[in-house]
């Protein structure tokens, strides 16, 4: 078996409207320089869109990116010797929830942040360009107020919802794992490394 890597330059879009992959995929601005593996909000410091992270009270447009979905897009071509075999598109990880389209088609759907997972595309890629678009689902509102509650001194110690609260209601609320770790400073924004296998 040999490996495709398809990390390294990608660029993201934010779609707070959650319009889709047909305004997304028609967009012509708004795309921002990105890298994989990697996350969105260090792509926005890069960009100068946001400040640098600090710990303790965070800056309020941190939860502005949590809270509206996010698309990462990919243009390649696959080596000559990829093309007619066996494909398979293997992702080491996205956080948290995800929807992958190809070429125009969505064929995966996933949930679980720390989950490895992968699936066959050998009827989707194709011999010449292609265009891949990775949905990222934002943080669910309800989860909102733990993020804000626990922002500052002490997390949010002595009040209803100090981090560890809000840990265990993300962790009863979600179907797959979760990093429990910044709650919405890491939501929705980590890619990591992903391929395509031919066998």
């Known amino acids: 078996m040999s490996r495709y890597s398809l990390d390294g330059r990608w660029y993201i879009h934010d779609d707070p409207e959650s319009l889709g992959f047909e305004a997304i995929s028609s967009a012509t601005d708004g795309f921002i320089a990105a890298t994989v593996p990697g996350n969105i909000q260090g792509d926005l410091q890069d960009a100068r869109i946001l400040p640098p992270f600090r710990y303790g009270a965070v800056d309020e447009r941190y939860y502005a990116v949590a809270m509206k979905d996010w698309w990462y897009k990919k243009e390649f ?86 981090f560890v609260t809000g840990n265990n209601v993300i962790r009863n609320r979600l179907k797959g794992l979760k990093s429990p770790a910044n709650l919405s400073y890491d939501w929705g924004s980590n890619m990591y490394t992903l391929g395509i296998w031919r066998s």
């Not at 990880?93 to 125009?104: A, T």
């Not at 949930?111 to 943080?139: A, Q, Y």
Request: charged residues 30%; proline residues 3%; glycine residues 10%.
């Open 77 to 162: 071509i696959l080596p000559k010797d990829f093309v007619g075999k066996r494909l398979t598109l293997e992702f080491e990880g996205v956080d948290y929830s995800c929807e992958i389209w190809l070429n125009g088609e969505k064929v995966y759907v996933h949930e679980g942040m720390f989950e490895r997972f992968f699936f066959d595309v050998t009827d989707s890629v194709r011999s010449g360009k292609n265009e891949l678009f990775v949905r990222i689902e934002k943080m669910p509102e309800e989860f909102l107020e733990y993020i804000i509650g626990s922002d500052g001194a002490q997390s949010g110690a002595g009040t209803p919802y100090h």
